[in-house]
C-alpha cells in the first residue's frame, strides 16, 4: 500500500503517467468528454456479473462479498454498504432502490463527473444493488440543474433497455439543487411527492421510504464501486486503500492548481501527491477545507501530513465526507469566506426547525459582525454558545455540519479572526471569493 | 429509565407549554424551543411526561419506551402518546 | 299567566332548553375567546400556557354538556314538535324548520370538532386543525339559530347576552385576523371581511325579523301553537 501518487485525472489527457497500475479504477477508460457507450463500457470493465445463489431464498452472495470488501458509503456519512443492503433485502415488503446522485454539495462534482461520463458503471450498481435485495425498481435520483448528467443518463438508461430488456425498471428522476435535498429522507421525501425536505424520523428509509416500501438510498460512487467488487471481488477491492477504508475513492480538488476536478486516489493517499498530480499549487496555500461545507478547515502548516484517510485526519477532527478537498489561496480572506459560507449555510436551512432556523442565522450574523469588526467583546463565546445550542436539534445534520465548519474556521484561523474583530476588513477581504457556492461553481 | 423523552423539530413551534409541565427536564432557549437537559424519564415522571406530551398542541413532544436494539431497526419502539382524554384534568 | 300555569309540566322543559340554550352560547363564545388567547400563545405568570390550553379545552367541554341539556330537554318538551331526526338532520322539522336547522347544522359541526379534538391522537395534526376551523363557522350559525328560534329574542336579557357575546367573538376574531399579517393576508382580510358583513347583517335583519312584529309566525311556529307562543310572548315581554 503506497502512499505515493496513485492517481489518474478525470479530464487529463490519455497519455498521463501512473505511478502503479492499480489506478484508475473507476475512473479508467473514461473518455475526455461524453460518456461511456454500453459497448466501451462493457469492453473495459467486462460485462454485467450473473448472479447465482445457492438457494432461491438465500442472502445474495454480493452482500457477503460488499461486506468482505469492508465498502463504506460515499456520500458523506460512510455507512457500511452491506448493513444497508442487509437490511433492506431482510425486510418483507419488495424494496426500491434509490441512486443519490442529487449531489447538492456546491464543491462537489464527482457524482456528476459519474453521471456524465460512467453512466453505465453507475447503473449497473443499481441492477445489482436492486438483484441482491429484491428490488424491482431502480430510481436515478438527479440535481434537476445537471443537464449533461440527466441526459446522459437517460441516454444510458434507453441504451440499456434497448440491449437486454430490463430485468428492474429504470427511472431517472429531477431533484431540486438545494442543500439538504441529498439528505436520505429529503429525497424519499421528494420521491413520494412531498418538498425535498428532511423529515423526522423513525421511520428510516430503509423500514419505510418511497411509497412505504423499504429503500436503498446509495450514493452514486458507492454504487460504482459495487459494480467494480461484483466484477472482481473483496480482495481485489482490498489491495488499495487502508484496512480501515479499503479501496479507491473520488475526490473533488478545487482551489488555487493547476488541473482542479477530479481524481481518484486510495484512500490513504497524501494530500501533496493529490496536488502534485492536479499539477501543483498555483499559490501558497492557506489552508484546506475537507469534507464539505459541513466539513472541517486544517491550516496550511499541516498540509504536508495529511495523507487522505478518515483513520489519518481523525486526530485534526476531519474527514473525507463526500470527498471534498478545498484548498484556500491566500490571496483569500479565511474570515470574509467563512463568513459568507456561514451566510449561505443559514440560507440553505430547510426552515422546518426553530433551532436550526434562527441558530444558523445568529451565527452567520455574529460571523459577518466579526469580520466587519463590529461584533461585540463577547461574540467569540456567542459563537461557541450558539453552536452548542444547534447541535442535534435539527431534524437532520444541517446544523452539524455549520457548526463543524463555523468552529473549525474559528479555531483555524483564530488570529485572523481576532484580528478583523479589532481592526475591520483587512486588503483582501475586498478579492473576488474563491469558496464555490453555487453547484456550477467549480473553477 | 424505562421511557425517554423526544422532540419531533419539525412539529415543533415553541408553544412551551411542554416546559411549563415538566421544568425537570425540559428548559427553552432563547427562541422558546425546548431544551432537553435529559432525556430519561423513570416511573415517578412518567405521569408528568406524558401530560406534557397531550399538552403540545402539534404532538411534538414524544414520550417513548426503550427497548432492545435490534441491528437493523430503529432502537427506540415509539408508543403512541397517552391515550388519556385530553380535558379530564382540571387545573388546580 | 293562567295559560302558562296549565302548561307547567312542559314549560319546565321549555324554560331549560332555553335556559341551556344561551348558557351554552355563552359557553362557546368564552371557548372561542380562549381559543384566541391560546393560539395567540398569551400567558402571564400567573396565567401560564397549559393554564390557557387547558381552559379552552375544558371550557369547551362544558359548552357541549350545555348543548346537549338543550338539545334533550328540546326533543323532551312537548310544546313544540322537535323530534331526534331534527337534532341532527337540518330543516326537516315542524317547528321553525329554517332557524332550528341551523341549529342543527351548529350542532353537527361542533360535533365534528369535539370528536376529533377527543380523538385527536389518533388522527393527524393537519386533518385535526382543518376541521378544527369548523368552530368559527358553528359560532355565528348557533347565534343565528337562537335569535331566530327562541322565543325571548324580545326580552332584554336575551338582548343583552347576545350583545356580549357577539362583540366578545368580534374582538377574539379580529385578533386572530390581525396575528395571521402578513404571512396570510388574504385568509385574514377574509376573515375581517365575514366579520364585518355579519355584523352588518344583524343591524339591518334583527330590527325588521326577531324584534319585529309577528316573528312567531314569520319565523315558521307551526299554526297550531300559535296562540299559545303568542301570548307567552306577551307574558315575557312584560318582564
Same mark, same amino acid.
Given at each position: ?8 485525472s ?17 475512473? =479508467? ?7 461511456m457507450s454500453?459497448d466501451e463500457?462493457?469492453?473495459?470493465h ?14 445474495s ?5 460488499v ?9 458523506g456519512?460512510?455507512?457500511p454498504?452491506?448493513t ?18 442529487? =449531489? ?44 449533461a ?16 430488456g ?12 438545494r442543500?439538504v ?52 471481488g ?47 499549487a ?26 487522505l484517510?478518515d ?10 465526507g ?28 430547510a ?16 460571523v459577518?459582525a ?11 463565546q456567542? #459563537? ?7 447541535r442535534?436539534?435539527?431534524a ?12 473549525s ?7 485572523e ?7 475591520g ?8 471569493r ?10 | ?66 427497548v ?20 379530564v384534568?382540571?387545573p388546580? | ?18 335556559s ?7 359557553l ?16 402571564t ?5 397549559? #393554564? ?51 341549529g ?40 343565528l ?7 325571548d ?24 385576523? #390581525? ?10 382580510g377574509v376573515a375581517?371581511g ?11 335583519w ?34
Amino acid at each position: 500500500m503506497s502512499s505515493s501518487p496513485t492517481l489518474m485525472s478525470a479530464e487529463a489527457p490519455p497519455e498521463v503517467l501512473y505511478e502503479t497500475p492499480a489506478l484508475p479504477r473507476i475512473l =479508467e477508460g473514461i473518455r475526455p468528454h461524453g460518456p461511456m457507450s454500453l459497448d466501451e463500457h462493457v469492453e473495459v470493465h467486462g460485462a454485467l456479473p450473473v448472479e447465482r445463489r445457492r438457494r432461491r431464498r438465500a442472502e445474495s452472495p454480493l452482500i457477503g462479498e460488499v461486506e468482505r470488501a469492508g465498502l463504506l458509503g460515499r456520500g458523506g456519512a460512510g455507512f457500511p454498504t452491506a448493513t444497508k443492503l442487509r437490511a433492506v433485502a431482510e425486510a418483507r415488503r419488495q424494496a426500491v432502490v434509490v441512486i443519490n446522485a442529487a =449531489e447538492g454539495e456546491p464543491a462537489s462534482r464527482k457524482d456528476r463527473t459519474l453521471c456524465e461520463s460512467l453512466p453505465h458503471l453507475v447503473l449497473d450498481g443499481g441492477q445489482l444493488a436492486a438483484r441482491a435485495v429484491g428490488a424491482g425498481e431502480v430510481m436515478v435520483c438527479v440535481c434537476e440543474s445537471a443537464r449533461a448528467s440527466l441526459e446522459s443518463i437517460a441516454l444510458a438508461i434507453e441504451q440499456r433497455a434497448r440491449m437486454s430488456g430490463p430485468e428492474v425498471r429504470m427511472q431517472l428522476v429531477a431533484v431540486p439543487g438545494r442543500y439538504v435535498a441529498g439528505q436520505e429522507n429529503a429525497l424519499v421525501n421528494h420521491l413520494n411527492g412531498g418538498p425535498a425536505l428532511p423529515t423526522f424520523t423513525p421511520p428510516m428509509a430503509f423500514e419505510q421510504g418511497v411509497r412505504r416500501r423499504p429503500t436503498l438510498i446509495n450514493n452514486a460512487e458507492t454504487l460504482a464501486h459495487m459494480a467494480l467488487i461484483a466484477r472482481h471481488g473483496s480482495e481485489w477491492f482490498r489491495q488499495l486503500g487502508t484496512p480501515g477504508q479499503p479501496g479507491s475513492a473520488l475526490i473533488t480538488l478545487s482551489g488555487p492548481v493547476a488541473d482542479p476536478g477530479v481524481y481518484e486516489i486510495e484512500h490513504g493517499a497524501s494530500l501533496a501527491s493529490l496536488i502534485d498530480a492536479a499539477g501543483g499549487a498555483t499559490a501558497r496555500v492557506r489552508a484546506v477545507l475537507l469534507g464539505g461545507y459541513g466539513g472541517t478547515w486544517i491550516a496550511g502548516g499541516h498540509l504536508h501530513r495529511l495523507l487522505l484517510s478518515d483513520e489519518h485526519l481523525e486526530p485534526y477532527g476531519a474527514s473525507l465526507g463526500a470527498g471534498v478537498v478545498l484548498l484556500l489561496s491566500e490571496h483569500a480572506c479565511p474570515v470574509a469566506e467563512s463568513a459568507r459560507v456561514a451566510r449561505w449555510l443559514a440560507g440553505e436551512s430547510a426552515g422546518q426547525c426553530g433551532p436550526c432556523l434562527n441558530g444558523l442565522d445568529a451565527l452567520a450574523t455574529t460571523v459577518e459582525a466579526i469580520a466587519g469588526g463590529v461584533a461585540e467583546a463577547d461574540a467569540p463565546q456567542r #459563537i461557541a454558545r450558539l453552536t452548542k445550542l444547534v447541535r442535534r436539534r435539527g431534524a437532520c445534520g444541517h446544523p452539524d455540519g455549520a457548526d463543524n465548519f463555523i468552529t473549525s474556521a474559528m479555531e483555524t484561523f483564530a488570529a485572523e479572526f481576532a484580528e478583523h474583530a479589532r481592526y475591520g476588513p483587512c486588503e483582501t477581504c475586498a478579492a473576488p471569493r474563491e469558496l464555490p457556492l453555487s453547484t456550477q461553481g467549480i473553477a | 429509565m424505562s421511557h425517554r423523552l423526544r422532540v419531533n423539530p419539525i412539529a415543533c413551534e415553541a408553544h412551551g407549554m411542554c416546559a411549563e409541565l415538566l421544568p425537570e427536564r425540559i428548559a427553552l432557549d432563547e427562541w422558546g424551543y425546548p431544551l432537553i437537559t435529559d432525556d430519561s424519564i423513570d416511573r415517578s415522571l412518567l405521569d408528568h411526561a406524558r401530560r406534557a406530551a397531550q399538552a403540545c398542541p402539534t404532538f411534538a413532544l414524544l414520550v417513548e419506551r426503550r427497548v432492545e436494539a435490534k441491528p437493523g431497526r430503529s432502537s427506540v419502539k415509539r408508543a403512541p402518546p397517552s391515550g388519556d382524554s385530553p380535558a379530564v384534568t382540571i387545573p388546580p | 299567566m293562567s295559560v302558562t300555569l296549565a302548561t307547567a309540566g312542559s314549560s319546565t322543559y321549555w324554560y331549560l332548553t332555553r335556559s341551556t340554550g344561551a348558557v351554552a352560547l355563552l359557553l362557546l363564545t368564552i371557548a372561542i375567546a380562549l381559543g384566541v388567547l391560546d393560539v395567540r400563545r398569551f400567558s402571564t405568570p400567573r396565567w401560564p400556557r397549559f #393554564i390557557v390550553d387547558t381552559l379552552h379545552r375544558n371550557v369547551s367541554l362544558l359548552a357541549m354538556v350545555f348543548l346537549v341539556l338543550h338539545i334533550i330537554t328540546s326533543v323532551l318538551d312537548s310544546f313544540a314538535p322537535i323530534s331526534l331526526i331534527d337534532v341532527f338532520v337540518p330543516f326537516v322539522g315542524s317547528y321553525r324548520p329554517f332557524w332550528l336547522g341551523l341549529g342543527a347544522v351548529s350542532f353537527d359541526l361542533l360535533l365534528a370538532v369535539t370528536i376529533t379534538s377527543l380523538l385527536r391522537q389518533r388522527m393527524g395534526y393537519r386533518s385535526w386543525r382543518a376541521i378544527h376551523w369548523l368552530t368559527y363557522a358553528s359560532w355565528p350559525i348557533a347565534l343565528l339559530h337562537g335569535l331566530g328560534t327562541g322565543s325571548d329574542v324580545k326580552s332584554s336579557w336575551l338582548l343583552i347576552l347576545s350583545i356580549v357575546c357577539i362583540a366578545i367573538v368580534l374582538v377574539a376574531v379580529l385578533a386572530r385576523a #390581525i396575528s395571521g399579517l402578513p404571512e396570510h393576508l388574504r385568509g385574514s382580510g377574509v376573515a375581517i371581511g365575514a366579520a364585518g358583513v355579519f355584523s352588518l347583517f344583524l343591524l339591518l335583519w334583527l330590527p325588521g325579523g326577531p324584534l319585529g312584529s309577528e316573528w312567531a309566525r314569520r319565523s315558521g311556529t307551526p299554526t297550531s301553537l300559535l296562540g299559545h307562543s303568542s301570548t307567552t310572548t306577551t307574558t315575557s315581554a312584560g318582564h
